[in-house]
């Protein structure tokens, strides 16, 4: 019988294919039809001689094959990566891919800033961003996906380095047909918009209201900060967002700062999470710039 080859794309369905322990939503995410799916998954079983999955009826489980080889199949797409990006960089400096994950409400004030900077130096890089959740963002660079991530939320890790950047200052916003208010009972009543539920941003937002036992009426519930401080300057009601965010609607008179006191900081960390293991040079010059454009608001 001749050798059996089995190559990175195999590895990376089979990896899929135990996120959702479904081959259909496999091959949706994957683009693929589910008869090649189910290829793959038995030319990787023939492979190694032994059932990595086990099919019912209506359900899909890993066997004990599947558990047992499974962080090892993690690693080898991980060291198959890694090896690709050092081949590339060694051929041609600066001319690598690098992948970064980003939160959602970092993505639209503070990682331009860094990647306009990582841009000019590396004009021959290939940049691949990635948006998500903090805890999406977190999956991404464990599992080997992206280099780099930036996140907003507290994150504690066994095998990640997470490295607070700065202290991101929040404040509350309002067209200024708004009235202003010195507490946020005050504004207890009045609409609010709010960045979505699930995210990290919101939770801290949450524990803001929570601390001062006020319960906002929220009437907009969006996923994007730019969309929020334009319905904020338009009258549509009060948000709570980063002041980096706001400068300009600030600037232009469109949005005004109230000068709410609260029991509790509005501020949180923003924080680069990566591998103790990170090899692309690429991503440790990522690394390093943006604690050079950070600097100046450095974690207390």
């Known amino acids: 019988m001749g050798e059996q080859i089995v190559d990175l794309n195999t590895l990376s369905t089979f990896i899929k294919v135990t ?54 199949l993690r690693q080898v797409i991980d060291l198959l990566a890694k090896s690709r990006d050092m081949a590339r960089e060694a051929g041609s400096p600066g001319r690598g891919h690098i992948i970064i994950a980003s939160g959602t409400a970092v993505m639209s004030y503070i ?18 961003v990635l948006s998500g959740k903090t805890t999406e963002v977190v999956r991404l660079v464990d599992d080997g996906i992206a280099h780099v991530g930036l996140v907003t939320s507290e994150v504690s890790h066994k095998s990640l380095r997470v490295e607070p950047l700065f202290w991101d200052r929040m404040g509350i916003f309002a ?33 803001v209201f929570a601390v001062e036992e006020v319960a906002p009426r929220v009437v907009m519930e969006l996923e994007s900060v730019e969309a929020l401080k334009e319905m904020a300057a338009i009258g549509m009601g009060y948000t709570l967002l980063p002041l980096k965010a706001v400068t300009d609607h600030l600037r232009e008179g469109r949005l005004v700062h109230m000068p709410i006191t609260s029991k509790v900081r509005l501020a949180r960390h923003n924080s680069l999470v990566y591998r103790q293991d990170i090899g692309l040079s690429l991503a440790n010059d990522f690394i390093s710039l943006a604690r050079e454009l950070l600097h100046e608001e450095a974690v207390e």
């Open 175 to 207: 067209s200024p047909n708004r009235r202003t208010a010195q507490t946020l009972d005050e504004l207890a009543r009045e609409p609010w918009l709010l960045f979505a539920r699930g995210t990290g941003f919101r939770t801290f937002i949450d524990s």
């Open 19 to 72: 996120e959702h322990l479904n081959i259909t939503r496999a091959a949706e995410e994957l683009f693929l039809s589910q008869p090649a799916v189910t290829k793959q998954i038995k030319a990787l079983e023939a492979e190694l001689g032994a059932e990595l999955l086990i099919r019912g009826p209506r359900s899909l489980a890993l066997s004990p094959a599947g558990i047992a080889v499974l962080p090892v």
């Open 111 to 128: 990682l331009p800033i860094v990647l306009a900077s990582f841009r000019q130096r590396y004009p021959e890089a290939e940049i691949t």
